[in-house]
């Protein structure tokens, strides 16, 4: 009887108790000129299969293999990270001996897009389509914490699984509550997150979980500069490439020591008690060309920032949202007057919304102007979010689409042409009636969106505007 045996795998990741080492043949002191054919026969076999397979891509598997090998589930919010991040994490795992089985959740068109498609068809993983949540909720992370706890709950029970532990690659604190459950239960957990996200991984480890930083050293070299000067303005410039260092604190005050803001012999920093806000503005992220983007600012994200036009600090006061607003583009002293309708457009643009749905300082249905603005206060003075906002969307489509329908003659049309022609649209289409420019473009748009079939969308946040 031969001591190895070939298994078919299957898409799980759970390994089979019954899974036994036999290629050191029989046990026993006193083995037979037989056993020790068979145990060098197991031998052999156990060196082949090692030859042939590769961690979390191969077929067949030998028991020996499987036996000698752990698997680690990797749950990807694929909204939040790229290609280059996922491959990454999985080498990481790979490398402290896992075998890696991928689950990348995302909106269902992302298996359209070419190149996470062919990501999607490699070994070992899988995509989860998630289609977009109507009622405001984060699509992607309540699904993978259903996942999760499924999962955990499965594992748990089953005294077959007992070598499977749990990966997240994230960037945000979602996960915390989830995988303390998990591992409540005896189930590792690791948390892969980027190493720029210093906040969110300080949090995991805070919890006592096993962070992995995602360093990118090859695909990630930012350019850009984004200057806070004295007098609370700030601007941005294209510099030489930067590499992430050791978030430790000799490495940070020697930055700081070499820049000459902080003297050699300074140990602690003096707290500032009155409130501030600090707002770094960021562009939209569609648009353009990825290739130039990395060519030219390093990143995509480093391109959002330059086009964000720099980082500003304001004192907190009865003023600030409406200066913030200004700030960004939502709010003018000519045709965007209106405080409410200028919150109305910021908080539906998708990184706003994102990053105050994770605050939870969106708005509700129920809620006035006033406490919509009391709460984007909250959001602008709070050390919840590292202060980055969306400045206000570009028009451009909005003056083809009126050109391609007849209402305007010229792309470049000056604003209170575009503002007349958006009302005329607005009124064809029964739109509601809105007091500012943004306020008919946000309503423009969202009519659009709700007659496509663009499963990446979000349902609109309301309150009371008057």
């Not at 056993?35 to 042939?52: D, E, I, N, P, S």
């Not at 602008?380 to 209402?407: C, E, H, M, N, Y």
């Not at 958006?422 to 659009?448: H, T, V, W």
């Amino acid at each position: 009887m031969l001591h190895h045996v070939w298994q078919w795998r299957t898409s799980s990741p759970l390994a089979s108790k019954t899974c036994r080492r036999f290629c050191t043949g029989p046990p026993g002191l006193k083995a037979s000129v037989l056993r020790f054919c068979l145990g060098f026969q197991g031998f052999l076999w156990h060196q082949v299969a090692r030859k042939w397979r590769s961690q979390g891509s191969s077929r067949y598997l030998c028991l020996a293999c499987k036996a000698e090998t752990r698997s680690a589930k990797l749950f990807v919010d694929g909204d939040t990270h790229s290609i280059a991040e996922v491959k990454e994490a999985i080498e990481m795992l790979q490398n402290k001996g896992f075998d890696v089985w991928t689950t990348v959740y995302a909106e269902p068109r992302r298996a359209e897009n070419k190149n996470w498609g062919e990501f999607f068809t490699g070994p070992a993983t899988s995509f989860c389509p998630v289609p977009r949540r109507e009622d405001l909720g984060e699509a992607n992370d309540e699904q993978m914490m259903a996942d999760l706890r499924l999962l955990t709950c499965s594992t748990a029970r089953s005294a077959t699984s007992a070598g499977l532990a749990i990966a997240v690659l994230t960037s945000d604190t979602d996960f915390l509550e989830t995988l303390a459950f998990a591992t409540g239960l005896g189930i590792d957990t690791m948390v892969l997150i980027p190493q720029r996200h210093v906040n969110t991984a300080q949090a995991y480890r805070g919890k006592g979980f096993q962070v992995m930083p995602i360093l990118q050293r090859e695909n990630c070299s930012p350019k850009v500069r984004a200057i806070l000067h004295g007098d609370g303005g700030g601007s941005v410039r294209i510099d030489s490439p930067c590499s992430f260092g050791d978030y430790d604190p000799a490495t940070l005050h020697q930055l700081l020591q070499n820049r000459g803001v902080k003297g050699v012999k300074s140990e602690t920093w003096q707290r500032y008690h009155d409130n501030l806000a600090f707002v770094l503005p960021c562009a939209a992220r569609r648009g353009g060309s990825k290739a130039s983007a990395l060519r030219i600012y390093g990143s995509l994200r480093d391109r959002q920032i330059y086009q964000g036009g720099g980082p500003f600090m304001l004192r907190s006061s009865e003023e600030l949202v409406p200066r913030v607003l200004q700030r960004l583009g939502y709010l003018d002293q000519d045709l965007n007057g209106s405080l409410a309708e200028a919150i109305l457009v910021f908080v539906n643009t998708n990184y706003n919304k994102g990053t105050l749905r994770k605050m939870d300082l969106l708005p509700k249905v129920s809620d006035s102007a006033d406490l919509a603005a009391k709460k984007l206060h909250e959001a602008f003075t709070s050390t919840a979010s590292p202060g980055i906002w969306q400045v206000v969307p570009s028009d451009r489509f909005l003056r083809q689409l009126l050109q391609k329908r007849g209402f305007m003659d010229n792309l470049d049309a000056d604003p209170e042409e575009l503002l007349k022609a958006m009302e005329r649209y607005a009124e064809d289409a029964q739109l509601p009636r809105m007091e500012s420019y943004n306020g008919y473009a946000f309503r423009i748009k969202q009519s659009l969106q709700e007659l496509s079939s663009d499963p990446s969308r979000t349902g609109v946040i309301e309150f009371e505007l008057r």
